[in-house]
């Protein structure tokens, strides 16, 4: 038998899984565990479950000690992992893509959808209590049937997304560090571009790449300067890729129309100034926020732990 520690709650079906074969030491507490008590749990670990809420360095690692095998992170991002420190200690990270694409890309499009319709706004007044009726000019939007989306990161969850587009009658173009499978390029009649037509053509800008050195503020004042001022951004990927400061300044000054966010730069505190502003829709990170989906997730992340400590290939280790 070997010591899993679980560093935060996660489904019972997954907890079942490890529990049929090792020794479980499950956070359970509905609060985050503190970085203390973390760095005294997992000593003596064999395999650490992670929530992408625990930053997973060399700290970490090495209070885990030299027989940790695997950190198995409950997420597609891995942001939060120090890959290259696991690496050096020769334990395996593994991560879960595939399991939350479709829920992810479900909320990419509630948010373009309710940034282009202002959904937001019209929910917070009718909550208000103030008068408000039927007008021709009232609360209008912008309709997506017919102007293009630019997916920035076109993995399986910007496919999704686009997938959701095309039924809405949107053109794709999309940026991505390498081609799309041709076949999927063709059913999302989706073209390839560089970043910069990109901003230039795209009506709704959607962002999915992973959150790398490379990645860090990709959206800042000069991107926003060279999308269209009719233009929506929005991104379910990680915070840090927009700066939020310059975000709210594009907003507020009409460089862009509106925005729709899931995830921030130092979630959960949302910049303050995007709080005052109408033209943004703020959501707190729910991308993968379904109970079949977080299910699906931490069972995939408990067989990636299983697997390792059998000795055997995980099924979704992180290739960095
Ligand atoms: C992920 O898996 O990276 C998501 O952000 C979790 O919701």
Avoid at 14 to 34: F, M, N, P, Q
Avoid at 126 to 140: D, H, N
Avoid at 157 to 178: K, L, P
Avoid at 264 to 293: F, K, Q
Wanted: hydrophobic letters at 45%; one cysteine or more.
């Amino acid at each position: 038998m070997s010591r899993v520690v679980v560093t935060g709650r996660i489904p019972d079906a997954a907890i079942e899984k490890l529990r049929a074969e090792h020794d479980v030491d499950a956070w359970s507490e509905s609060d985050s565990i503190s970085r203390s008590e973390l760095l005294s749990r997992v000593a003596g670990a064999d395999a650490i479950v992670t929530l992408l809420t625990e930053q997973v360095d060399a700290e970490l690692l090495d209070a885990a000690g030299p027989q940790l095998k695997v950190v198995a992170n409950v997420a597609v991002g891995y942001d939060n992992v120090d890959v290259a420190a696991c690496t050096a200690r020769g334990v395996i990270a593994t991560n879960t893509p595939g399991v939350l694409t479709e829920a992810t890309a479900d909320i990419a499009f509630s948010l373009i959808l309710m940034a282009t319709r202002r959904l937001g706004e019209g929910e917070r007044l009718v909550r208000s209590g103030e008068a408000w009726k039927w007008g021709m000019f009232f609360l209008l939007g912008s309709g997506l049937q017919g102007k293009t989306l630019g997916v920035v990161g076109m993995g399986g969850i910007g496919q999704a997304t686009a997938r959701r587009a095309r039924a809405f009658g949107m053109e794709i173009v999309y940026q991505s560090r390498s081609e799309i499978d041709p076949a999927i390029a063709d059913e999302l009649e989706a073209r390839r571009v560089d970043l910069d037509e990109l901003l230039a053509v795209s009506d709704v800008v959607s962002v999915h790449c992973p959150f790398t050195p490379d990645t860090h503020h990709l959206f800042g004042a000069a991107e926003f300067a060279a999308m269209k001022d009719s233009a929506t951004l929005v991104n379910t990927a990680r915070g840090p890729i927009v700066d939020e400061a310059a975000l709210a300044v594009a907003l507020r000054d009409g460089t862009i129309a509106g925005a729709g966010l899931d995830v921030y730069e130092r979630e959960p505190r949302v910049e303050p100034d995007l709080l005052e502003l109408d033209n943004v829709v703020l959501i707190p990170h729910l991308g993968s926020a379904t109970v079949e989906t977080r299910t699906a997730m931490a069972v995939l992340a408990a067989e990636n732990a299983l697997a390792v400590l059998s000795g055997e290939t995980p099924p979704t280790p992180i290739r960095a």
